[in-house]
């Protein structure tokens, strides 16, 4: 008897717990996200106030990159930086994650918003993304080499640095025929 | 001789000259890219995927034996935005079919799941991460099969959660625990202690909630550590569980550590479990189990391949102790054949991320002198 009331309770707890979590924050341009790329702008750049232009759609999809959203950060008028929110895969769902760039396309910031998988997630240590932070557009990332492995999470470590280098190598291709 | 013959063949069968892959290869060759590809023409939120290891063991001066030892088709289905079903149905040896897993999760919020159902017990490195790729080794290490009852799983239900700013992850859960009578005999016994209680889900009976719970730490490059824990009592049938010895209790802890650096990797574990009331146990049911096991192995391993190889040879050695008799209690004596010493040398030759080919050669001794005997495995392993 003391069991049930136990699981009663249990079960109870996990259907509040489920009701009360926040609203869906499944699209690049919710609210959640929205707070998240202005909170990372914040903290990295020192800038007052800036608003956020969309940038033309130029990167094209791969298995890497299943969609992104790209913006300006406009200071006074002028881009001061970039932003962009990019969904990449897990072993079996996706997440969303962001990069932050200085004028030159320099990684400044990286940060995971939404992991929603049970393994792997451990990609999101802060400590562990740092290792993407740029001094050099030119350097690209290896797994095992300059990405140091995570054990339990290599799936999720290879797809982030697989979509981070994609997405670099097309910023350079871009950048090279002076489309962005 | 025929060992001899299954090497050269192997050895043969060693493209030790694989493609060099330039960084931009190394963009499209992962197993998600395939997982992709798998994916391309199935309605949106289904995943497919799976694993399998095909093995051949040669103890010495005994028949080869050949088997499909596992083959796991995981099947995942996405809901929507927070909620993903995930199931693994197995078949062992061909003909045994089980499900290893099948839980719902639900993304909470940021770094918070709450999951129930069928689930992996998060005790030690293998129990939690078992596909062939993974693990260096024919057969798993058989500390992960005599003091861990790998692959453990009971229904449960629980939270796992990370903190990204210390790089740590959590997990708690409840579970239903082992079956220690059921109503004729006593299922658990000194050779291998817990592992002929698992009830796996199957009508499993529950009177005792039992407690699992696993911290990660890998805010250290390369380096992961863990440490699991496990509380609780196991379970008799109804009417059993009032005679006294029925049930006894279980205190589990772990420790894990695994290592990547370039083309070195390592690991060790180290696994202590109390037994209480063994002695009741056993004087009900004539069996001999130990009041605490013990064990633990060391791993080192290198790829012998240059770093930016597609394909890696991994050559590793491992050494494991363990005993399923480190204390008993006071009714039976300690059987020393339970003090189990291995050595295990071989190599994995990963052709794909994804498809490995292995061999290895173990030699297994035991406390008592004279024991030591050899063994040669060979086996494919794939997990997509």
Not at chain 2, 184 to 193: I, P, V
Request: glycine share 8%; net charge neutral; charged share 20%.
């Amino acid at each position: 008897m003391q069991k049930n009331i136990f699981l009663l309770f249990l079960f109870l707890l996990c259907m509040s717990l489920s009701s009360w979590t926040p609203a869906s924050h499944s699209d690049r341009e919710s609210k959640y996200i929205l707070k998240q790329i202005k909170k990372s702008i914040t903290s990295t750049f020192s800038f007052d106030s800036f608003s956020l232009t969309q940038k033309e759609q130029l990167l094209e999809a791969s298995p890497f990159l299943e969609a992104y959203s790209f913006y300006d950060i406009i200071v006074e008028e002028a881009p001061k930086g970039y932003v962009m929110v990019a969904t990449a895969p897990s072993k079996t769902d996706s997440f969303e994650y962001l990069l932050l760039f200085d004028l030159n396309y320099k990684i400044k910031k990286v940060k995971v918003l939404i992991y929603r998988e049970n393994y792997g997630g451990e990609i999101s240590s802060k400590r562990w993304l740092s290792q993407f932070l740029q001094s050099d557009t030119d350097a690209s990332f290896v797994y095992g080499d300059n990405i140091s492995a995570i054990s339990g999470a290599t799936i999720s470590v290879k797809s982030i640095t697989s979509s981070i280098n994609y997405i670099m190598d097309s910023i350079q291709k871009l950048k090279s025929q002076n489309q962005i | 001789m025929r060992n001899i013959v299954t090497i050269a063949l192997m050895g043969i069968s060693l493209n030790l000259f694989g493609q060099n892959m330039s960084l931009q290869d190394s963009l499209q060759i992962n197993s998600n890219q395939r997982i992709l590809k798998n994916l391309a023409g199935l309605p949106q939120g289904i995943t497919l995927g799976g694993y399998g290891e095909i093995l051949y063991n040669n103890p010495e001066n005994l028949n080869s034996e050949l088997d499909v030892q596992r083959l796991v088709l995981l099947f995942g289905y996405k809901f929507d935005e927070r909620v993903q079903f995930v199931t693994e149905i197995e078949f062992e040896h061909v003909k045994e079919v089980y499900v290893e897993q099948a839980f719902v999760n639900y993304n909470l919020t940021q770094g918070l799941n709450l999951r129930a159902g069928l689930m992996l017990v998060p005790m030690g490195i293998i129990n939690e991460f078992h596909e062939p790729t993974i693990f260096n080794g024919v057969e798993r290490p058989s500390l992960d099969k005599y003091i861990i009852p790998t692959t453990w799983r009971e229904i449960g239900m629980g939270l796992s959660g990370r903190l990204n700013g210390i790089s740590a992850r959590y997990q708690a859960y409840l579970f239903n625990g082992f079956l220690s009578h059921n109503g004729e005999n006593g299922l658990l016994k000194g050779s291998n202690g817990l592992r002929s209680g698992r009830q796996k889900g199957a009508e499993s009976t529950m009177n005792h909630i039992n407690f699992a719970g696993k911290f990660d730490f890998y805010g250290i490059r390369g380096l992961r550590l863990g440490l699991s824990g496990y509380q609780g009592k196991t379970q008799a049938v109804d009417g059993q569980n009032e005679i006294p010895g029925s049930e006894i209790g279980i205190s589990m802890l772990g420790l894990d550590a695994r290592y990547a650096y370039r083309k070195f990797s390592a690991r060790g574990q180290y696994l202590r479990a109390s037994l209480h009331d063994t002695d009741l146990y056993n004087e009900l049911t004539g069996r001999d189990l130990g009041s605490e096991l013990m064990g633990y192995y060391l791993e080192a391993a290198y790829n012998v391949l240059p770093f930016n190889k597609k394909q890696r040879l991994v050559g590793f050695v491992r050494y494991e102790n363990f005993n399923t008799h480190h204390e008993v209690g006071s009714l039976i004596s300690k059987n020393e054949a339970f003090h189990r010493k291995e050595w295990t040398l071989g190599f994995s030759y990963h052709i794909a991320p994804g498809a490995v080919y292995k061999i290895d050669y173990q030699t297994k001794s035991t406390a008592i002198s004279n024991s030591k005997k050899g063994q040669f495995n060979m086996g494919v392993g794939v997990w997509f």
